[in-house]
């Protein structure tokens, strides 16, 4: 029985076809040897393309041959065989550039326009925001005494907080609640028609009026009976804070439960839950321009976490008490607010250092003279009800980002501090900024069932509970419950605050007195009056900008709620739900001509 190892090996070799032998062979008879044929074709083929190199010439003069797409291939074959990689990239940058010369020559350019390309802007902003630079003057080009106001809710209790990832805007609520909202645009001029149509009927109905309040897309809720069910894939405790990843891919959000959850952006569906916090997670905040996330808890703790990969990264230890807030931008940082232990940290991730600034200062260091009224307000710069005492300052509990080195905090005893990374101090504190709650009745100072009249009763400040910045820019927003939204600059040198107004009206920019004037007399006169635009408590704020740039204004979104976003000290009067704010561009013949970086501003300063 023969095989493999028995057959010999001269008929182990593989045999050529008759098919091909005899082509072969067919093939040899008519051309020669194949060597002989390879030669002569070799021969032939360079006889040929001397006749077309030679007769070139001879063709019409006045029209130049192209050259065809594979003689093309074959001049940048041997063109690449002898040259380096640098020499490559410098042939191939110079014919970029002849092409674009090329289309010059036939459109045609105009030199300002150059100058002005918005492309050259947008990388000199791209550079300032590397560099982690104030920029953007935007304070003073926006309209906020003609804001326009719409309210919208669902059937829930105390909206929480707020994410935007725009047309879309997230919601979150102590009931367990999850909603996308939709934003409407904001209604467009009328275009201005050339010629006016005669003897024209008016119309038989008005046209319906713009959709101004936001539509409800998606609505997802959690059940707090499934607190024991670890498999359970939703919240089982309110939900305190969300975030929304600027890709529009991803929303996280974080609750009482100690869960971090994260989301699909597009239907809502859980795509992953974190529980290596071991308390209540209390702020969240991407960082800018990627899906890299900031998580802060009441363990004491700030975790980083890597979205795109849906992992756990590290943990910041550092703060003696629970953090509450969260900021981030564009560099791998961030800062915390740590409530009672009054410190605020600017954590630097990869150099795995932090920076500790110390609060716990009274309200009486930036106070004017002691002759200024309490009751009435200053103008020129100076600040409204100042209080004829200190308060000190218990809790941190809100801080934004200006830029990479300066931030905002936002305190209980209604202060708001300006910081710099290179000062272990506040810069500047703007004290009382949201005013004076009235003081107490004796039946409320008094737990006798008939309270002595002698009780006293002391005013005390309100909270700062909410903060927004546009992001490298001198705007500021804070929120509390005395019913106003105010509006704040930083100054050019980021060396103090500036009261700018309030959303919808009150106050306003005088821009020929170079100051700050008031159209009421005093903020409390406005509170007793009962004509406020915001009811309740201002739990979170959002802002982004219209247009390209913000050439279309501002839009503003808050979180109301009858309540604090953490508990139930004090009950408000208002609703609960959220508003939004539609900010109009000044005209302009109002706008002053200061707004790109490095630009000369109206006092004689310069940016960036």
Request: glycine share 8%; aromatic share 6%.
């Amino acid at each position: 029985m023969s095989s493999f190892f028995t057959t010999p090996a001269s008929q182990k070799k593989r045999k050529r076809d008759d098919t091909t032998t005899s082509s072969f062979t067919k093939k040899n008879k008519l051309t020669g040897t194949g060597i002989n044929s390879k030669s002569s074709k070799s021969k032939a083929g360079k006889a040929q393309r001397d006749e077309s190199i030679s007769g070139s010439g001879s063709e019409d003069d006045g029209a130049p041959r192209k050259a065809s797409d594979e003689e093309q291939v074959l001049s940048s074959e041997s063109e690449s065989e002898d040259e380096t990689g640098a020499q490559r990239r410098l042939r191939l940058a110079e014919r970029y550039l002849e092409n674009i010369k090329g289309e010059v020559e036939t459109i045609g350019f105009d030199a300002e326009e150059v100058d002005r390309d918005l492309i050259a802007e947008r990388l000199k902003e791209d550079a300032a925001a590397t560099k982690g630079r104030l920029y953007r003057h935007i304070a003073s080009t926006l309209d906020f005494s003609a804001a326009s106001q719409t309210s919208f809710r669902a059937d829930a209790q105390t909206t929480t907080s707020i994410a935007i990832c725009p047309p879309y805007v997230y919601t979150v609520s102590k009931d367990i609640i999850l909603i996308k909202w939709e934003l409407a645009s904001p209604p467009k001029p009328p275009p201005l028609s050339k010629k006016k149509k005669r003897n024209k009927p008016p119309p038989k109905k008005p046209p319906p009026p713009p959709r101004r309040r936001p539509t409800k897309l998606i609505y997802t809720r959690g059940n707090c009976h499934e607190a024991r069910n670890s498999k359970y894939q939703h919240h089982t405790a309110p939900i305190l804070t969300v975030a929304a990843s600027s890709d529009g891919r991803f929303v996280a959000t974080g609750g009482a439960d100690k869960r971090l959850i994260i989301w699909s952006a597009a239907d809502l569906k859980p795509l992953r839950i974190f529980t290596q916090h071991r308390d209540a997670v209390t702020g969240l905040a991407f960082r800018k321009g990627t899906n890299h996330l900031y998580s802060c808890s009441k363990d004491r703790t700030i975790k980083t976490w890597s979205l795109d990969e849906l992992g756990y990264m590290e943990t910041l230890f550092g703060h003696q008490d629970e953090v509450v807030d969260v900021a981030a931008l564009s560099l791998e940082r961030c800062v915390s607010v740590g409530a009672r232990d009054r410190t605020a940290r600017l954590w630097k991730v990869v150099e795995e250092s932090q920076l500790v600034f110390r609060g716990g200062g009274t309200s009486e260091k930036r106070r004017p003279a002691s002759n200024h009224p309490s009751s009435s307000a200053m103008t020129n710069g100076n600040f409204p009800i100042i209080p004829t005492r200190s308060y000190v300052e218990g809790s941190i509990d809100r801080v934004v980002m200006i830029d990479e080195e300066t931030f905002i905090t936002g305190s209980d005893n209604g202060a708001l501090s300006l910081w710099s990374m290179h000062k272990k101090k506040p810069v500047f504190t703007i004290p009382v900024a949201h005013g004076l709650d009235p003081p107490l009745t004796p039946e409320e100072a008094s737990a006798e069932a008939v309270p002595d009249l002698k009780v006293p009763g002391e005013p005390q400040p309100r909270w700062i509970t909410a903060l927004a910045t546009v992001p490298y820019g001198d705007l500021v927003l804070s929120g509390s419950w005395d019913g106003w939204v105010r509006v704040w600059r930083v100054g050019d040198n980021k060396r103090r605050i500036e009261e700018v107004g309030v959303l919808g009206k009150g106050l306003a920019v005088d821009e020929a007195d170079g100051g700050i004037s008031r159209r009421e007399s005093s903020v409390t006169q406005v509170e007793d009056s009962g004509d406020v635009a915001v009811r309740g408590v201002i739990n979170d704020i959002e802002v982004f900008e219209r247009g390209d740039r913000g050439k279309d204004g501002l839009c503003v979104v808050l979180a109301t709620g009858k309540e604090h976003r953490f508990g139930r000290w004090k009950t408000h009067k208002g609703k609960n739900g959220a508003m939004v704010f539609e900010v109009p561009p000044k005209l302009a013949s109002e706008t002053p001509a200061a707004t790109a970086n490095g630009t000369k501003l109206p006092n004689g300063d310069t940016t960036g």
